[in-house]
């Protein structure tokens, strides 16, 4: 039987220690796709704090981006994007609501195959920040565990349902990161929008490190918080043994992926839809117009790497 979640709004003054999530010190480190600003973003629990009589930990989302100086060299940069606090009671994650000031339930474990958990309704017109706007929906398509450090989590896999905005997959790239207990979303936290928007995007969780537990994405074999070497307009894929470079990037008529090993790429644009796919590593762009593009590299028939592209014509 599919039954549906509805979460509630929390606002009457009750304590909550139950903080299995995020303990003080708590590190997300997430991938961007490769090709455009920014590279890393990460979220760090950093302090208990008091919000609506809630006992929440204050998470603090920082992220890093390749800059230019005026003589055109290149040094990363660090900023504070957001700030955010969640509490956890029982089997529930709560996130507040800075707007509204309420908090909702963002992750859900007593869930079961085929429940659909709704995080929060879509409002209309959006006066504020899209992600408190959009319709937060997900569904459970399956349930496993993962076993860390000798803790068994729960895994739970899901998708959007049709009429949500924000989920923990996009549905354009068939993407299929599952929640994973006391971690949350290996996508990202705080989920991502459903519209394929292809600048500054999210690819997926690096590594996670707390006091007790860690974890590393099994196609990410360097340090967490490793950096590619700067290297201005083209982009490197860092986490090949073999660096694959896609250059011109912006590129006009053509691109060329230089890589020895044998690969085959599909290009789609910003809404996801696919406009070309072939093995050759000079690819003929006149056709297509200005704009962002995804390139999805599959390499030896094994690997497969996604990063933007822009075409420029002046």
């Known amino acids: 039987m599919k039954t549906t979640i509805f979460t509630l709004l929390i606002l009457f003054p009750i304590f909550s220690f139950a903080q299995d999530w995020a303990p003080i010190g708590a590190k997300w480190t997430y991938d961007h796709d490769s090709g455009l600003s920014p590279y890393l973003t990460t979220i760090e629990s950093v302090k208990d704090t008091m919000v609506l009589n809630k006992l929440c930990r204050l998470l603090v989302t920082k992220r890093t981006d390749e800059n230019m100086r005026p003589d055109g060299s290149y040094y ?43 995080v929060r309704e879509k409002i209309v017109p959006c006066t504020k ?36 905005d924000w989920g923990f997959n996009r549905s354009g790239i068939l993407e299929n990161y599952p929640i994973l207990e006391r971690i949350g979303s290996l996508k990202y936290f705080f989920g991502v929008s459903k519209n394929f928007v292809m600048e500054g995007e999210i690819k997926c969780l690096r ?34 043994d073999n660096k694959i470079v896609v250059s011109p990037n912006p590129f006009d008529s053509y691109f060329r992926i230089n890589i020895g090993n044998p690969i085959e790429y599909e290009l789609y644009d910003s809404f996801g839809k696919l406009l070309m ?21 599959t390499i030896d028939n094994k690997e497969l790497k996604t990063s933007k592209l822009v075409k420029h014509v002046l």
Not at 223 to 231: A, H, Q, V
Request: net charge negative.
């Open 129 to 164: 920040n899209e992600y408190f706007c959009s319709r937060f929906e997900y569904v459970v398509d399956s349930i496993s565990s993962m076993s860390l450090q000798g803790q068994s989590l729960k895994l739970i896999y899901n998708s959007f349902t049709q009429t949500s």
């Open 277 to 297: 796919q072939g093995e050759e590593k000079e690819v003929n762009t006149t056709s297509l117009p200005n704009g962002i593009y995804l390139l999805r590299l």
């Open 76 to 118: 990363w940069s660090t900023s504070i994007i957001s700030k955010n606090f969640i509490y956890t009671s029982h089997d529930t994650v709560f996130h507040y609501n800075r707007f509204d000031n309420l908090f909702y339930a963002l992750y859900v474990l007593n869930v079961q195959k085929n429940d659909k958990v709704l």
């Open 207 to 240: 590594c996670y490190n707390d006091s007790q537990i860690s974890y590393k994405a099994v196609y990410w074999s360097k340090e967490c918080d490793y950096l590619r070497p700067l290297n201005g307009p083209s982009m490197v894929f860092d986490n090949l």
